[in-house]
Every structure is written in structure tokens, then in C-alpha cells.
């Protein structure tokens, strides 16, 4: 069973398009996450979830909007792609909030042309 | 402002050639640091937690140690099969994770 899951794994689009990134997990935990992964391998924080409730949100521009319909969910919606975007995008969750023992899903991996 | 920054950025070491990686770290109120590895195209996993200065964790061949600024993930006699990044994090006041650059180890034959 998957953990933690994302879709699609992949992600080609052009500049200007609209997209949606979908996680899941199974793992009953309380708290998701979306993290960015840039062509460096630097991952860092955008978005944290806890019970349906935005607890962490970076610096990130407005055009990613973030939504849970529930706490086993978390959905990355990005409005007017940029070259910029292109990056893996990892959700994740953790038992609870403030844990750093954090369980990832397999990315997806978008590129922006 | 918290800063994680890992050495050295890539390790080429010989099968059974034991070397240690370094996470130097400056945060206000640690409440936690993390080592994770990652495969390459996979997600980062989750390895050890430390919390406080003197804290070791141990799994297989791999040993975690915390001080005050810095931590070690020690390998002892590394396989191939231990080749990936390691990431080093750690969690602030604000509960999010900072995660350095990675150190990034082949292991070879």
C-alpha cells in the first residue's frame, strides 16, 4: 500500500496554462505538506496543512493556492505557469503538527515550456 | 535567520571505506534535527531524529550524533546500495522543516 501518493507523476505544459498537482494519504496522519524541489536538489517548504487549516505558507506566489478537502488530501493548484515552476513538487505527512519525522511521496516532476 | 548547510557536497567513497557527513546548523529554538535519504527520482525518507547535544541514533550501518552546532551522520564500512543524498534538516519555532543542500555519496565496488 502507498503511503503517501501523488498524480501525475509527470507534468509537461506550456507557459501561461493553469494546473492541478493531487496527494493523498493513507497513513492517518494530521498534517500535509508541499515541498519544491528546484533543479539544485533544494528542497523547501511551501505549504503546511494541519486538520484542513493553512499552517505554513512561505513565500510562494499567489498563484499557488493550496487546498484540503480533508486531512487525508492536499491539492497543489497553480494558476498561470511560468518557466520558473519547473521543478518536483513532494507532498507530505506527519502524525501530527510540528513533526519532523515526515513521510514523502514519490514527486511530481513538472516542466514548464 | 536558520540556516542548514551540509559537507561536503558530494563523497566518492570505496566499498567499506567508513566517512562521516557534516550538518552545520543555526537556528533559533532547535526543536529537532532530522536526517533523511534520498534515492534518486524517489521522495525524501526519513532516517533518524536528534534533539538534543549528545543524542546518537543508530540504523545499520549509518550512525546519527548531535552538538551544539553541528551534527555527524557517520557511515561505517558503507555497500553500494548506500548511495543517495543524505539531507540534513531541522525544525524551527515555526514548525517547518529547513532542509540543507545535501550531500550527494556513491559508493562504489
Known amino acids: 500500500d502507498t503511503a503517501v501518493s501523488q498524480t501525475p507523476k509527470y507534468l509537461v505544459t506550456q507557459m501561461g496554462n493553469d494546473k492541478s498537482i493531487k496527494c493523498e494519504q493513507n497513513?492517518?496522519?494530521?498534517?500535509m505538506y508541499w515541498y519544491k524541489q528546484d533543479s539544485k536538489k533544494f528542497l523547501k517548504i511551501m505549504f503546511s496543512?494541519?486538520?484542513?487549516?493553512?499552517?505554513i505558507n512561505e513565500t510562494v506566489p499567489n498563484r499557488f493556492s493550496p487546498k484540503s478537502p480533508d486531512k487525508a488530501h492536499l491539492n497543489l493548484h497553480i494558476n498561470s505557469l511560468e518557466l520558473g515552476d519547473s521543478a518536483v513538487y513532494f507532498c507530505?505527512?506527519?502524525?501530527?503538527?510540528?513533526?519532523?519525522?515526515?513521510?514523502f511521496g514519490p514527486g511530481t516532476r513538472l516542466t514548464v515550456t | 535567520e536558520d540556516q542548514v548547510t551540509q559537507s561536503p557536497e558530494a563523497l566518492r567513497l570505496q566499498e567499506g571505506e567508513s566517512s562521516s557527513l557534516n550538518c552545520s546548523y543555526t537556528?533559533?529554538?532547535?526543536?529537532?534535527l532530522f536526517w533523511y535519504r534520498q534515492d534518486p527520482g524517489k521522495g525524501p525518507e526519513f532516517l533518524f531524529t536528534?534533539?538534543?547535544a549528545g543524542e546518537e541514533k543508530e540504523k545499520e550501518r549509518l550512525k546519527a550524533t548531535l552538538t551544539k552546532k553541528e551534527s555527524f551522520l557517520h557511515i561505517t564500512a558503507p555497500k553500494p546500495e548506500d548511495s543517495a543524498t543524505y539531507l540534513c534538516?531541522?525544525?524551527?519555532?515555526?514548525?517547518?522543516?529547513?532542509f540543507g543542500k545535501g550531500t550527494s555519496l556513491l559508493v562504489t565496488p
Open positions: 507530505a505527512s506527519s502524525q501530527e503538527r510540528g513533526s519532523g519525522e515526515q513521510y
Open positions: 497513513l492517518g496522519h494530521d498534517t
Open positions: 496543512y494541519n486538520n484542513k487549516e493553512l499552517i
Open positions: 537556528v533559533s529554538g532547535l526543536r529537532g
Open positions: 536528534l534533539y538534543s
Open positions: 534538516a531541522v525544525l524551527n519555532s515555526g514548525y517547518a522543516l529547513n
